[in-house]
């Protein structure tokens, strides 16, 4: 079964950082380009930021997290990481990784962690 | 990169049907055959349920269905059942801004 886990959320204060995880299984996941995409409190989806497959050379960053945020994989672990800092209230939402499946859709998705940030 | 335009809400019996439009612009919608729509349940992460404007992975009922013309992609669901009461997002493929998403709609049955 393809199944992604993703951990690592939790409550941090602005200006902190944090580090999720996303553990992929059930599939080949050197193949794929991998992706996090959150939801801030009752709001809709948002891309926060892709990496191709394999080389990871290609990566894309949502302008609201340029700078602050890092994405990487290491596909001898199965793993997608996503490295944030100068963490803001605004950061505050589920982060959910998804799969890129064919013709620039996700799936599947993962069941997402929560970051909050506050004081 | 703007999100893409949904009605906020929409509704009907079931056994009827609903279609829920998706604007977008020349730079996404209107650039690509690449328009995917989720259906979210609360508490839930969201789900696959179209891909490239029309096509359905396996296990997705043929009641939902997609379409686009011009900047403007479109998700009929047809039969509505009590399960399809959620929210729904399209999604465009946005070149240089890779995935973009609409506003989201909150379907009632």
Same mark, same amino acid.
């Given at each position: 079964?393809?199944?992604?886990?993703?951990?690592?959320?939790?409550?941090?204060?602005?200006?902190?950082?944090?580090?999720?995880?996303?553990?992929?299984?059930?599939f080949?996941?050197?193949?794929?380009?991998?992706?996090?995409?959150?939801?801030?409190?009752?709001?809709?989806?948002?891309?926060?930021? %892709?990496?191709?497959? =394999? $080389?990871? /050379?290609?990566?894309?960053? !949502?302008?609201?997290?340029?700078? +602050?945020?890092?994405?990487?994989?290491?596909?001898?672990?199965?793993?997608? %990481?996503l490295?944030? =800092? $100068?963490? /803001?209230?605004?950061?505050? !939402?589920?982060?959910?990784?998804? +799969?890129?499946?064919?013709?620039?859709?996700?799936?599947?998705?993962?069941q997402?962690?929560?970051?909050?940030?506050?004081? | 990169?703007?999100?893409?335009?949904?009605?906020?809400?929409?509704?009907?019996?079931?056994?009827?049907?609903?279609?829920?439009?998706?604007?977008g612009?020349?730079?996404?919608?209107?650039?690509?055959?690449?328009?995917?729509?989720?259906?979210?349940?609360?508490?839930?992460?969201?789900?696959?349920?179209?891909?490239?404007v029309?096509?359905?992975?396996?296990?997705?009922?043929?009641?939902?269905?997609?379409?686009?013309?011009?900047?403007?992609?479109?998700?009929?669901?047809?039969?509505?059942?009590?399960?399809?009461?959620?929210?729904?997002?399209?999604?465009?493929?946005?070149?240089?801004?890779?995935?973009?998403?609409?506003?989201?709609?909150?379907?009632?049955?």
């Open positions: 079964e393809v199944q992604l886990l993703e951990s690592g959320g939790g409550l941090v204060q602005p200006g902190g950082s944090l580090r999720l995880s996303c553990a992929a299984s059930g080949t996941f050197s193949s794929y380009e991998m992706n996090w995409v959150r939801q801030a409190p009752g709001k809709g989806l948002e891309l926060v930021s %892709y990496i191709d497959s =394999n $080389s990871g /050379r290609t990566k894309y960053y !949502a302008e609201s997290v340029k700078g +602050r945020f890092a994405i990487s994989r290491d596909n001898a672990k199965n793993s997608l %990481y490295q944030m =800092n $100068s963490l /803001r209230v605004e950061d505050t !939402a589920i982060y959910y990784c998804a +799969r890129d499946h064919s013709g620039w859709s996700l799936d599947p998705w993962g997402g962690t929560l970051v909050t940030v506050s004081s | 990169q703007s999100a893409l335009t949904q009605p906020p809400s929409a509704s009907g019996s079931p056994g009827q049907s609903v279609t829920i439009s998706c604007t612009t020349s730079s996404d919608v209107g650039a690509y055959n690449y328009v995917s729509w989720y259906q979210q349940h609360p508490g839930k992460a969201p789900k696959l349920m179209i891909y490239e029309s096509k359905r992975p396996s296990g997705v009922p043929d009641r939902f269905s997609g379409s686009k013309s011009g900047n403007t992609a479109s998700l009929t669901v047809s039969g509505l059942q009590a399960e399809d009461e959620a929210d729904y997002y399209c999604c465009s493929y946005g070149g240089r801004n890779f995935y973009v998403f609409g506003t989201g709609t909150k379907v009632t049955v």
